[in-house]
Structures are given as structure tokens and as C-alpha cells.
């Protein structure tokens, strides 16, 4: 098959990578040959967002959650370092509230509220929980689906099981 790498030209990676993007999408259905050149693409393209969220997007999908919660971390750890967040949440929610109409963070929170739901994958529900009652407490509409999330961790089981 053809690559046609120019029929990506919004997304700003080397035309290498796009490549190796564009053949992981090829190769879906063989899950060893596409994660091949989704890490042959993280390799290249080192700590690139837009490659990083498309990696977090794939492993996701393949249900490949302890690497797409490796993935979603690595977004968090990168903008935190551009942004020079506080570590402590007492401390970044109130910068997160005011900027939060800002495309990078909506990331932040896009990849925070992922975390969430890869950890509830992962049967860590508490941890689930309390990413998901964060990211709810900013995110009034609901854009990130937190409170969605939250409230399938929350629901009580059903009597019929």
C-alpha cells in the first residue's frame, strides 16, 4: 500500500514518523507489527506530544493499558515541566481553573482525565476516583468525560448480579 504521508500535513511531526504512524494504522489488525512502529515512531520522535498522545490513543485501543497509562503520564510530566506546575494539586487546580480554555491545558486535563480511566482499567478505582473528582471539580461541562467516569465508579452494584 502507498503512503501518502501529505495527507497528514496538520500534524507537525517529520514526514519519518508519519510514516511509521500511518504504517501502525496500516498494520492495526497485527497488533506485534503495529506496536512496532508505534515504539519505532516514540523512538524517533522522542518526548513529541503530538506522538506521545497518538501512542497513549493506540495502546488504549489495544487494551494495552499499563502502556497507555506510561504514555498518558509522560504528556502529564511534559507539560507539567513546560508549564512549571506545582506538584502539589492544592496548588495547581486554581491555575488549571483559570487557563483552562488553554489548548495546552486541555491537554493536561485531556491526559489527566485519561489517566483516570486507564487506572479504572486497570482496577485501581480509588486512584480512578480521585483523578476523575479532580478533573470534574474543573471541568463543569463535562468536556473530559470525568464525571461520566466518576459516576460509573460510583454506582452502587446492581441488585440483580
Known amino acids: ?13 517529520p514526514e519519518d514518523v508519519k510514516k511509521l504512524l500511518i504504517l501502525a494504522a496500516q498494520s492495526w ?63 495547581l487546580q486554581p491555575i488549571l481553573v483559570k487557563r483552562q480554555e488553554e489548548p495546552q491545558i486541555r491537554l493536561y486535563l485531556n491526559a489527566y482525565a485519561a489517566s483516570g480511566m486507564v487506572l479504572a482499567n486497570l482496577g485501581e478505582f480509588e486512584q480512578a476516583k480521585e483523578i476523575s473528582n479532580r ?18 465508579l460510583n454506582r452502587p452494584p446492581d441488585e440483580d448480579d
Do not use: C
Request: without cysteine; charged residues 30%; proline residues 3%.
Open 29 to 91: 489488525e497485527n497488533t506485534s507489527e503495529s506496536e512496532k512502529y508505534i515504539h519505532q515512531a516514540l523512538a524517533k520522535a522522542g518526548d513529541n506530544t503530538e506522538i506521545l498522545v497518538s501512542a497513549y490513543r493506540f495502546f488504549y485501543y489495544k487494551n494495552n493499558y499499563p502502556l497507555a497509562l506510561q504514555t498518558a503520564i509522560k504528556v502529564l510530566d511534559k507539560i507539567k515541566e513546560l508549564e512549571k506546575f506545582p506538584d502539589d494539586w492544592e496548588k
Open 1 to 13: 500500500m502507498q503512503l501518502d504521508p501529505t495527507r497528514f500535513s496538520w500534524f507537525q511531526v
Open 135 to 152: 478533573v470534574k471539580q474543573i471541568d463543569k461541562d463535562n468536556d473530559f468525560g470525568a464525571g461520566i467516569l466518576l459516576d460509573i
